[in-house]
């Protein structure tokens, strides 16, 4: 009849489907030098969007002016804290490459003259030399080097303004994003994605209450173990360990350089311990790498495993081989991802099993295949006759 098209055979639209799959593989592939910014930005919009559903919810606040506070309170606290912090780091580390340029010299003058163990000479001159072309061509340029080093690592005024801009959307238009892809499929199926999509979200959830319980435990756990060596400023030292607990292994490493940096400077403030600056020093950093050792290998993997069902071996295995592969991002992203992924593979599973598309969840609960329509009616006719023939 005229007005009406055929509908595509499954055989053309199985076609059609890879081709697309493929097409989006290879677009991924060309532009994956530039989805880092996008994906930072999923990220802090993932982190910040409770905080709307929070106001929402609460007040009779509407989600823009919601998604606006909260968007602005973030960027004030992200741009106000590291201006903050910057000019008093960058101070107390030119104060630390002063101190260790003043040791570096006592040590060259001690290596420099003869030295006697009992019976023993020693001539450690040829040390001494090298040390003096290491102060030489590192420790004297080490402040220049820093800041390069910044200017190259840092984000460039256009990724960041494509990261701020990417947040704000996200945040905005999330639901209508979901809402508009859920409707993109037939009505029929649109329930199980609506449930597909409350079992992902519960997942990325879960995960971001083990990080919140992980830099709790990492807070609390470095606060004791500095106040214990007397280091000053042991709670401020312990909060920004357990902050940046959420850069798996560099935000970690930084918190435990700055202490070990205050130990170098200060010492400790307990009496009962009348060790050097330098032994108070070695002291924070045995004690940082065995926290941090037990971290690693066990609480972390533990807390994520048990937020997004995994194992905790798989979880372990799974951020060393992304950091490897990702880097930090990687090793931040994995088990989540990875967790969505056994959802979903889980739903496209059953469903090409004819099964039901999710598992019962009562336990003690057997999955049953579907039938259908006509099987049902067969199955509907055959009890009654065998009812009539009783």
């Not at 003058?109 to 003096?132: E, K, M, V």
Request: proline share 6%; charged share 10%.
């Amino acid at each position: 009849m005229k007005g009406q098209t055929q509908s595509w055979s499954p055989s053309l639209r199985f076609l059609m489907f890879g081709l697309l799959i493929i097409l989006l593989a290879v677009g991924v592939w060309f532009i994956r030098s530039v989805l880092a910014p996008i994906i930072v930005a999923a990220f802090i919009a993932y982190l910040i969007h409770p905080a709307v559903n929070l106001l929402t919810q609460r007040t009779r606040m509407s989600r823009r002016l919601a998604v606006g506070l909260v968007y602005f309170i973030t960027l004030a606290v992200l741009i106000g804290t590291p201006s903050t912090l910057t000019p008093i780091f960058f101070d107390q580390i030119k104060i630390e490459i002063t101190e260790v340029g003043n040791i570096t010299n006592q040590m060259i003058a001690w290596l420099s003259n003869p030295n006697l163990i009992p019976g023993i000479p020693l001539n450690l001159g040829g040390l001494a030399s090298q040390l003096t072309q290491f102060r030489t061509t590192y420790l004297a340029t080490i402040q220049g080097q820093a800041l390069q080093l910044l200017g190259k690592t840092s984000l460039g005024a256009l990724w960041l303004l494509v990261i701020l801009a990417a947040v704000y959307y996200f945040l905005a238009e999330w639901p209508r994003l979901r809402k508009g892809f859920i409707g993109s499929f037939p009505y029929e199926y649109r329930a199980e994605l609506d449930e597909l999509y409350v079992r992902v979200r519960s997942i990325w959830m879960n995960y971001l209450r083990g990080q919140l319980l992980l830099m709790a435990i990492v807070g609390v756990t470095f606060t004791i173990a500095w106040t214990i060596i007397g280091i000053p400023g042991a709670l401020v030292l312990g909060v920004v360990a357990g902050f940046l607990t959420l850069i798996p292994d560099v935000g970690p490493f930084l918190a435990a350089m700055l202490a070990i940096a205050v130990a170098l400077l200060e010492g400790s403030n307990w009496s009962w311990m009348p060790a050097s600056p330098f032994i108070v020093a070695i002291i924070t950093l045995v004690t940082y790498l065995i926290l941090i050792t037990i971290k690693n290998i066990w609480l972390r993997p533990f807390i994520m495993g048990r937020s997004v069902h995994m194992h905790e071996a798989l979880v372990l295995i799974s951020i060393i081989l992304s950091t490897i592969l990702w880097g930090i991002l990687g090793a931040l992203l994995v088990v989540p991802v990875l967790a969505s992924l056994g959802v979903i593979f889980d739903y496209l599973r059953r469903r090409i099993l004819g099964m039901a598309p999710f598992p019962p969840t009562e336990p003690f609960v057997l999955d049953t295949p579907q039938v259908s329509g006509s099987e049902k009616v067969a199955a509907f006719k055959s009890r009654i006759s065998r009812k009539k023939k009783g």
